[in-house]
C-alpha cells in the first residue's frame, strides 16, 4: 500500500473554503466555553474547525491570524463577552494571551427559570436546530467536549440562533462570485418606498457586524458599492453574462471601508444599569463608559442600531446623535400603535351579523 500523501497548501485551503463562517464562529464559542483558564492563539488556530484547516505549522499563519481577529470583533458585535487573559509574566504581549468566554456572564439570570414543560420544548428545539445545521464533526465536537463537562445548552443556544442566521441572497450570490457572474437583484434603501434594480459585478461578500454585505461593482457607471444582504427584497438573477475577475484584495477593501464608517460613528446612550440591555452593550466592542454614566458606542448603519437598540424597550435611552433618537422613538412607536390594533380588534369580539 503506497504512503499518504501529505495534505498541500492548496488543499487545507480548499477544506477550510468547505467550512461555513457561521460553524467556524460557532465552533470557536463552543471552545471557549468549554474552558475555564482559556485557549491560546495558538490552541486555537491549530484545534478548532475553520482554522486548523489552514493552519500551518511550519509555515506563515499570519492571514489565518487576521481572521481569528475579525472573528473576534464578529463574536464580540454579537453580544458574546469574550475575554483576553493577559499573563502575568506577559504583560502587554498577546503572544501567550489566553482567550475565554466566562460563562458566568453569558448564562441566564437567576431569577428566570422555566417549568418542566418549557425546559423540555427548549431542550427540543434545541436539539432540531442543532441537528439540521451543523455538520457531522460539529457534531461529534459538541458531544466530545460534553463528555468533558465542559459544555452547557443555554449560552450555547443563545448564541447560536443569532449567528447562523443566513439573508437568502447568500447563496446565489457566492455562486455568482464563484462563476464570475454578472448578477440583478431589486434593493431597497431606508428612507425610499420603492425598491430600486440594481445590476452589478459581485466582488466580496463580507460579515461585519455579524451582518453580510456584499461589495460589487455597479454595471454602467463602474462605482464601487456595499450592500446589504437584509435590504435585497427580490431574488437573485443571474444576467447570463460574465466578468474578468478585478485585481486586488476585494474582501480587505471592503472589511476596511465598513470598520471606517463604524468607527466614525458614535452614538450616546444611557441604559438600566444590571439591565440586559447595559450588559450586553457594554460587551460590544469599541463602547466606552462617559463621565455620566452613559455609554458611547460605534455603529456602522443607523436603521440596524436603532432596530437593536429599539428591541430593548425602556431599559435603553438614546442621548445622540438625533437622527438615532428619532429612528429609535419611531420605531418604538409603531410598535405601540400594532399592539393597540391588535388589542382593539380583540376587544370588538366577533361579529355575528
Keep these: 500500500m503506497p504512503d499518504a500523501v501529505p495534505p498541500t497548501r492548496r488543499d487545507r485551503a480548499h477544506d477550510a473554503q468547505r467550512v461555513p463562517v457561521e460553524e467556524r464562529l460557532f465552533s470557536l464559542v463552543l ?23 489552514r493552519y500551518s505549522r511550519a509555515g506563515d499563519n499570519a492571514n489565518l491570524e487576521r481572521q481569528f481577529e ?32 466566562p460563562r458566568g456572564s453569558y448564562e441566564l439570570p437567576a431569577d428566570i427559570t422555566f417549568s418542566a414543560e418549557e425546559t423540555t420544548l427548549l431542550g427540543l428545539a434545541a436539539m432540531v436546530w442543532r441537528e439540521g445545521s451543523l455538520s457531522a464533526e460539529s457534531r461529534r465536537a459538541l458531544l466530545k467536549l460534553r463528555s468533558l463537562g ?15 442566521a443566513r439573508d437568502a441572497a447568500f447563496e446565489p450570490l457566492r455562486t455568482a462570485l464563484e462563476k464570475h457572474q454578472i448578477v440583478r437583484f431589486d434593493y431597497l434603501k431606508p428612507g425610499e418606498a420603492d425598491a430600486r434594480a440594481r445590476t452589478v459585478v459581485p466582488l466580496a461578500l463580507v460579515q461585519h457586524q455579524g451582518r453580510w454585505h456584499l461589495s460589487a461593482e455597479e454595471e454602467g457607471t463602474g462605482a464601487r458599492k456595499t450592500f446589504l444582504l437584509r435590504r435585497i427584497v427580490s431574488k437573485v438573477s443571474s444576467t447570463g453574462r460574465t466578468f474578468t475577475p478585478r485585481p486586488g484584495d476585494h474582501t480587505a477593501d471592503a472589511l ?27 460587551k460590544r466592542r469599541g463602547t466606552v463608559p462617559t463621565n455620566t454614566g452613559a455609554l458611547e458606542l ?21 442621548l445622540a446623535p438625533p437622527e438615532l433618537r428619532e429612528a429609535v422613538r419611531s420605531r418604538l412607536e409603531r410598535t405601540a400603535d400594532d399592539h393597540a390594533d391588535a388589542s382593539g380588534d380583540a376587544d370588538q369580539g366577533p361579529d355575528h351579523g
Design 31 to 53: 471552545a471557549l466555553l468549554a474552558t475555564e483558564s482559556g485557549l491560546t492563539k495558538h490552541e486555537i488556530l491549530s484545534t478548532v474547525q475553520g482554522y486548523r484547516q
Design 70 to 101: 475579525r472573528d473576534k470583533d464578529d463574536i464580540r458585535d454579537l453580544g458574546v463577552p469574550l475575554e483576553t487573559v493577559e499573563m502575568p509574566e506577559d504583560a502587554g504581549s498577546n503572544h501567550n494571551a489566553r482567550y475565554r468566554i
Design 150 to 164: 465542559g459544555v452547557t445548552e443555554d449560552p450555547v443556544l443563545g448564541y447560536t440562533t443569532t449567528a447562523r
Design 256 to 282: 476596511g471601508e465598513l470598520e471606517q464608517i463604524w468607527a466614525s460613528q458614535t452614538a450616546v446612550v444611557e441604559a438600566v444599569p444590571e439591565s440586559d440591555a447595559a450588559t450586553r452593550l457594554l
Design 298 to 318: 460605534h455603529y456602522a448603519d443607523v436603521n440596524i442600531v436603532a432596530d437593536e437598540l429599539a428591541a430593548y424597550g425602556p431599559e435603553v435611552l438614546v
